[in-house]
């Protein structure tokens, strides 16, 4: 059975949305709540315990890093037209910094997009090895991210583990008591970007069998396009977000499909517009059509469903179109989700139609002369790999697609 989504009603809001190297051109929309977030302290809030959150820094935490500070790296879609300090909501986003020192500190803002499954979590990976998670508090605030570290250098890294559904970060700045920023560690030398749905984002995949979808069980970092750009010793951008499609989103009033929000650096924000040229990637993977061809999160007795065929397909050319048009020398991976059957929704024969359509528009680019643009499928589910919240993809298969992926990303590419 092909899973459903939770009821997404995001029809007709706006909302901040993420950059990579920081865009400063990127304008933010005038949400009453964004403006109180931009004009707030910077300072340790007091101390507010709660899930996994991580401790607050007590008392001054000694000087700090502007959150503009060059030294600071970020890998991702980040807003950053408040003075404030950079927005990111797309999920596996991540802030790097190198340091000297023993402790480290960051302080964060949170804003919930449009249904309040908790708060943004983020995980703490010092000198390489995972540290802890922690979910923000939606108020400035100063965390602890690591204290009685040994004397010397380290690098901190920051992942967003949870998408723009659950909310917009905003990061404030890093502190080193006693310590310094450092030059950041380099950049990486191949660049990965992946288009797609709640199958691409690590949807649940913390949670137990049976689970509902909540902040605290979405994993950016476990899911395939982080492992995938791990093997590959990439940069990642991960631009896949619940319940959006190509042609009808899961709440089929949502006019805002993918193609919609593929330009925004903030994800639900009409005005924060994302500078292609600020990053320019290698490879680009697109797993889409799943949401077009599931069983829609309302009575859609008024609606055609499922898709046409025809205009399904149009919808796939077109986003090509304006990948190949921002990328020219991409290669271009189009994929079949895993989960993809013609038995759920019945009726819908949802895997061949969407494989079909896929099938159709990297032939169709093929022969207008475009050489590096190639179709994938992913080995096919069994029901003990859909395991996380809502019938999800569990770790293990994560794992197994980012093996089967960079196997064959190696073999178009010719990377070692």
């Known amino acids: 059975m092909k899973p459903r989504l939770p009821a997404l009603a995001l029809y007709g809001v706006s909302l901040y949305a993420c950059s990579s190297t920081v865009d400063p051109g990127a304008s933010a929309t005038s949400d009453p ?3 109180s977030q931009d004009a707030a302290p910077r300072a340790p809030v007091p101390s507010q315990d709660g899930g996994d959150s991580a ?7 000694g000087a700090d890093a502007s959150p503009a500070a060059p030294e600071v790296r970020f890998v991702g879609r ?4 408040s003075a404030a300090g950079p927005k990111v909501s797309w999920a596996g986003a991540q802030i790097v910094a190198r340091f000297s020192g023993t402790e480290v500190h960051a302080t964060f803002d949170d804003t919930m997009a449009f ?3 908790g708060t943004d979590r983020w995980e703490v990976v010092i000198d390489g ?7 923000l508090d939606r108020a400035p605030r100063s965390y602890t991210l690591a204290t009685g570290l040994a004397a010397g250098t380290h690098t901190v890294e920051l992942w967003k583990l949870t998408e723009a559904t659950v909310g917009t970060s905003q990061f404030m700045g890093f502190e080193f008591p006693g310590g310094a920023l450092l030059a950041p560690p380099p950049a990486k030398t191949r660049h990965l970007e992946f288009i797609g749905d709640s199958g691409s984002n690590g949807y649940g995949i913390d949670g137990a069998p049976g689970c509902a979808f909540t902040a605290a069980t979405q994993n950016a970092h476990k899911a395939y396009p982080a492992l995938i750009a791990s093997d590959l010793d990439a940069d990642h951008f991960n631009l896949a977000t619940s319940g959006k499609g190509l042609y009808y989103n899961a709440y089929r009033p949502d006019l805002d499909t993918f193609p919609v929000l593929y330009p925004r650096t903030l994800t639900f924000s009409e005005t924060s517009l994302w500078n292609f040229t600020s990053y320019t990637p290698d490879v680009v993977w697109l797993t889409l059509g799943g949401i077009d061809y599931n069983d829609p999160d309302y009575d859609s007795s008024t609606a055609p469903d499922p898709p046409p065929p025809g205009a399904f397909q149009s919808k796939y050319v077109d986003l090509l179109g304006t990948v190949r048009a921002h990328y020219p020398a991409a290669h271009v991976f189009c994929a079949i989700a895993p989960s993809l059957n013609d038995q759920y929704p019945p009726g819908y024969n949802a895997y061949t139609h969407v494989k079909t359509a896929v099938q159709n528009a990297v032939s169709a680019k093929a022969s207008s002369g475009d050489t590096r643009i190639y179709f994938f499928e992913f080995t096919r589910s069994t029901p003990s790999d859909n395991t996380a919240c809502d019938g999800h993809t569990n770790a293990n298969k994560h794992r197994a697609m980012a093996t089967e992926a960079v196997a064959f990303i190696k073999a178009k590419t010719l990377w070692p």
């Open 33 to 35: 709540a964004s403006t």
């Open 55 to 61: 401790s607050p820094a007590s008392g001054d935490a």
């Open 115 to 117: 249904n309040d499954y």
């Open 78 to 81: 980040f807003d950053g037209s």
């Open 129 to 135: 090895t995972s540290a802890m998670t922690f979910q």
